[in-house]
């Protein structure tokens, strides 16, 4: 039995971590209902494969929105789910649950968070703050007074952080991640082409062709829908350069923030930022020359960390593990 736990509560995607065992499981944040008595259907997997397919008696949703809890019971529900899976539906001790959020998130949610793990079964409940745990999850050395740089690119929001002994200096958090950035690609297959595509078609337009520059070849793919003048299903071809144009205006606001960040940051750690460069984490952090775009807009070098996807995951168990060590970078609550 699991006395501790780390969940990446992601608006995506949730990873759940223990010590000595590490991740033992990632499914999608998702949860079906039975839509006359709000009963739990699904979760997790099972519940992603109904999105955009259930009968009007299931509804399938993410009840994480932009980072934070949309659904305060339904979020309650799959928090248990998770915690059942890792320490036994049956156990004599309660575990300490440690969930990593977004830097920008208000008291009111945060308070939404703690409440969520202690009534899902947890005896203690800590945060992490989400550029924290990326850069913990990344390898950096964030105790020193030197400054390091993060970018996490998540689901549901983009975290931009200066940290230095142990905590944030500077930082922005924006709402705009993968989920808007599929929400901006569906959106201009529609005006362009006149054909529907649901978010899990848009997801996989931007895994398999997404670009944030010109690439020297042109990838191209064949897209599904239904025509929204006809009604009909029909199929269109779809570029990366479409991609590239759909996404403009939400890379611009991430781009934005970054700059932000930077022109607040204090002259003696931007020279360290400036020596080390920038480390991009998160999923959607992976879309193709998003880290040379960001060298090239700020002028700051900018690397993508290994396994940018499970950084944060991974440095939310590490803060877990050393919950002494890592007290000034952690928000906790005692049930």
């Known amino acids: 039995m699991?006395?501790?736990?780390?969940?990446?509560?992601?608006?995506?995607n949730v990873v759940v971590s223990i010590p000595k065992k590490g991740?033992?499981?990632?499914?999608?944040?998702?949860?079906?209902?039975?839509?006359?008595?709000?009963?739990?259907?699904?979760i997790g997997e099972e519940a992603k494969k109904m999105l955009g397919r259930t009968p009007e008696s299931i509804?399938?949703?993410h009840p994480m929105r932009d980072g934070v809890i949309a659904n305060y019971r339904i979020t309650q529900a799959m928090i248990r789910h998770f915690i059942n899976k890792a320490a036994g539906s049956i156990r004599f001790i309660k575990p300490d649950v440690m969930v990593s959020i977004p830097a920008g998130i208000t008291s009111t949610e945060r308070r939404a968070v703690i409440d969520a793990i202690t009534q899902a079964g947890a005896k203690n409940a800590y945060l992490i703050k989400e550029p924290v745990a990326a850069a913990l999850g990344a390898g950096i050395p964030i105790n020193t007074p030197s400054g390091n740089m993060m970018i996490d690119i998540g689901g549901g929001t983009t975290e931009v952080a200066v940290i230095a002994l142990g905590d944030i200096v500077s930082s922005s958090s924006?709402?705009?991640?993968?989920?808007?950035?599929?929400?901006a690609i569906a959106s201009y297959i529609r005006k362009k082409h006149n054909l529907v595509v649901g978010e899990q078609t848009a997801e996989e337009i931007k895994i398999r062709?997404?670009?944030?520059?010109?690439?020297e070849k042109e990838l191209s793919m064949e897209v599904s829908g239904c025509n929204a003048i006809t009604g009909l299903p029909e199929s269109v071809i779809v570029t990366s350069n479409d991609v590239m144009s759909s996404v403009r205006e939400e890379v611009a606001i991430i781009?934005?923030?970054?700059?932000?960040?930077l022109q607040n940051t204090p002259p003696e750690l931007a020279a360290d930022v400036m020596d080390k460069g920038i480390v991009m984490t998160g999923g959607t952090s992976q879309l193709r020359h998003f880290?040379?775009?960001?060298?090239?807009?700020?002028?700051?070098?900018?690397?993508?960390a290994d396994?940018?996807?499970?950084?944060?995951?991974?440095?939310?168990?590490?803060?877990?593990?050393k919950l002494d060590a890592f007290k000034r970078s952690i928000l906790w609550s005692y049930k």
């Open 2 to 12: 699991a006395r501790r736990i780390a969940i990446d509560l992601g608006t995506t």
């Open 255 to 261: 781009l934005n923030s970054v700059k932000s960040v």
């Open 23 to 42: 991740q033992i499981l990632t499914e999608p944040s998702v949860v079906a209902l039975e839509a006359a008595n709000n009963k739990v259907v699904a």
């Open 209 to 215: 062709i997404g670009t944030v520059m010109p690439l």
């Open 59 to 61: 509804i399938a949703s």
């Open 174 to 183: 924006v709402r705009v991640g993968g989920n808007k950035i599929d929400a």
């Open 291 to 304: 880290s040379t775009l960001m060298s090239k807009v700020t002028g700051v070098p900018c690397q993508l």
């Open 307 to 321: 396994d940018p996807l499970y950084c944060v995951a991974r440095g939310t168990l590490v803060a877990v593990e």
